[in-house]
């Protein structure tokens, strides 16, 4: 069955930096992204690649995130780097794969940016 398995995420001061990265198998993606979702907030997307070079980011992290994907065989794994770091970024963060028309998501791991 699908599996994402999250890593990453914890606590660090604004202007630091943080890496996420997601571990995808059991399944062909067509792509994976980063979610995020803030205290009261809607979930929304961060940065979705769909090859090497093939991306898109949302305007607040454009310039500061940087995703990147790795496959072999049997596993996908999807970094998200992030340099810059605001508090505003503070959010649980959730790995997203897609799969014939069907999302997968993380469990989601804690980014809080302190100021």
């Known amino acids: 069955q699908v599996q994402l398995v999250e890593s990453g995420g914890g606590l660090v001061q604004a202007g630091g930096s943080l890496r996420l990265s997601c571990a995808a198998s059991?399944?062909?993606?067509?792509?994976m992204g980063w979610y995020r979702q803030a205290p009261g907030k809607q979930r929304e997307l961060v940065a979705r690649i769909w090859s090497p070079g093939n991306t898109n980011y949302a305007d607040s992290v454009k310039g500061r995130f940087t995703i990147s994907i790795s496959r072999d065989y049997a596993k996908n794994t999807v970094l998200l780097q992030m340099n810059s770091l605001k508090p505003e970024d503070t959010a649980v963060y959730y790995c997203?794969?897609?799969?014939?028309?069907?999302?997968?998501w993380g469990q989601g791991t804690q980014v809080t940016v302190s100021s």
């Open positions: 997203n794969a897609r799969s014939s028309s069907v999302d997968y």
């Open positions: 059991g399944s062909i993606f067509s792509f």
